[in-house]
């Protein structure tokens, strides 16, 4: 993970505050501010108590990490992330999302189950629902959360009101992956074998009709139709006998039903190799630092009360992102300047190094910046290091000056006692004097040839005098 830390463990992404409100972790969120490479992002989301934490765990390459349960009180408490290095694809992190499952009746708080799907979708580049059982009705009216999302996300920032939401949707929602656990039945319609996309795609049938229960049945299939283009589906059997369920992190593979552990390394498979990078509008992919600052601007319109828009984020992390940039590339370049310029030196030499600082500045600047179209940032950038080149020039001029004047001093010293002693008052004192002064005069050039005040010599001189 480029300029990052590896993560032994996960850490709290998004958390709630004192007041019951959500916030991002600093701790978290410095994690991924390291991160200067493309992230992968999978969340999983599901009702609580369904074994969500230990798809992440195998995702992450770990048999422990995410908080497996053994009793019904929900573990996982926020958004909890953990970053590792992507296994297929080089130069990319895995950043993994393990949510609060949904639905803990101790909670009871629907709204902080939504906000918490809603972030889910808006953060990652693949959902994984995790249920257990059967993909029937019920299971897709716990999923309700999906038919929510037209209320609680808006892709852009004016919407009129006969406009299709969900063409929106489908170009910024992440891939759709419905993993089924403990699943039982044979994998058949009638008496034909189907694969599991088959039986996603079956129980996603619409029906016919627009009575209020037909409307009530279809909602969830639509939606899920509708806002996902990318849908998947795994069935996991029980992957261990009950009793050894409630210690899941001490098994080891041999401890594991041979058709789950099949079935979890096809998901992982499939997962590594199909989820994409993470986008934004207009198929911009961001590294860590972005989903941090993305994070960050999701949570605090939740906080302020407002449906967090994607268009309105984009403006808002191109911002962040590109004020950023602007700093840490001035900071190089001023670093490289102090670096390499021994002061004083030659105005050529100079502008020699500040060319190969500015390069490397801009390709930090590049590498940083975010849908800086119309190069306002580059030129803010370009005119700051401008202001620092005339300074540093300044800088030059005055310690050559400084310089010059002391070797002056130091050099005619002996002339100037002589003046002032009448050494040079007597017969033959004159070409005593001029020989002097041509030999002082020939040894303060030499001595100061570098300098770029050498021009400048004469007038010194004379002011010295």
């Given at each position: ?24 972790r ?24 369904t ?12 048999q ?42 101790r ?52 919407v ?59 909602l969830?299939?639509?939606?899920l ?31 594991l ?23 934004v ?67 050529e ?117």
């Amino acid at each position: 993970m480029a300029c990052g830390r590896l993560m032994s463990a996960p850490v709290c992404l998004i958390e709630n505050d004192e007041k019951g409100q959500l916030r991002v972790r600093k701790e978290a969120k410095d994690i991924l501010d390291g991160i200067n490479e493309p992230v992968v992002v999978v969340s999983v989301v599901g009702l609580y108590r369904t074994g969500k934490s230990y798809l992440m765990n195998r995702l992450a390459g770990q048999q422990s990490g995410f908080a497996l349960g053994s009793t019904i009180e929900s573990k996982t408490k926020g958004i909890w992330m953990w970053c590792v290095p992507h296994p297929y694809k080089e130069g990319h992190t895995l950043v993994l999302l393990d949510t609060e499952g949904l639905g803990d009746v101790r909670k009871g708080d629907e709204k902080h189950d939504t906000w918490i799907f809603c972030l889910a979708v808006l953060l990652s580049s693949s959902l994984v629902y995790n249920s257990l059982g059967v993909i029937d009705n019920t299971a897709l009216e716990k999923l309700h959360y999906v038919t929510e999302l037209t209320e609680n996300i808006r892709v852009k920032a004016e919407v009129s009101q006969d406009e299709d939401k969900s063409a929106d949707f489908m170009c910024v929602f992440p891939s759709f992956v419905w993993a089924v656990r403990d699943f039982t039945l044979e994998l058949k319609i009638g008496n034909e074998p189907i694969t599991s996309d088959e039986y996603l795609e079956s129980a996603l049938t619409l029906k016919s009709g627009c009575s209020p229960q037909t409307e009530q049945y279809n909602l969830p299939r639509r939606c899920l139709r509708h806002f996902f283009a990318v849908r998947k589906c795994f069935v996991l059997p029980r992957p261990a006998s009950p009793q050894n369920m409630r210690r899941m992190e001490e098994l080891t593979e041999k401890d594991l039903d041979s058709e789950f552990l099949e079935q979890a390394n096809t998901f992982c498979h499939y997962i590594f190799d199909s989820a994409d990078p993470k986008t934004v509008s207009g198929g911009r992919v961001i590294t860590g630092t972005a989903l941090g600052n993305l994070a960050e601007v999701y949570v605090e319109a939740i906080r302020s009360g407002k449906i967090p828009c994607l268009e309105n984020a984009v403006v808002s992390l191109a911002k962040i992102q590109n004020v950023r940039a602007v700093e840490e590339a001035l900071q190089l370049y001023m670093i490289e300047m102090l670096s390499m310029a021994q002061l004083p030196m030659r105005p050529e030499e100079l502008s020699d190094i500040h060319k190969i600082a500015e390069k490397k500045a801009v390709e930090v600047f590049i590498s940083m910046s975010f849908n800086d179209n119309d190069q306002i940032y580059q030129q803010e950038l370009m005119a700051k290091i401008y202001d620092e080149y005339q300074q540093m020039c300044q800088q030059n001029q005055e310690e050559s000056i400084k310089q010059c004047k002391a070797v002056l001093r130091e050099v005619f010293d002996t002339l100037e006692k002589g003046v002032f002693d009448g050494s040079y008052l007597r017969s033959g004192g004159y070409r005593q004097y001029r020989d002097m002064l041509r030999h002082l005069t020939n040894d303060y050039r030499a001595r100061t040839h570098s300098q770029i005040m050498v021009q400048f010599t004469h007038a010194c001189f004379a002011l010295d005098q």
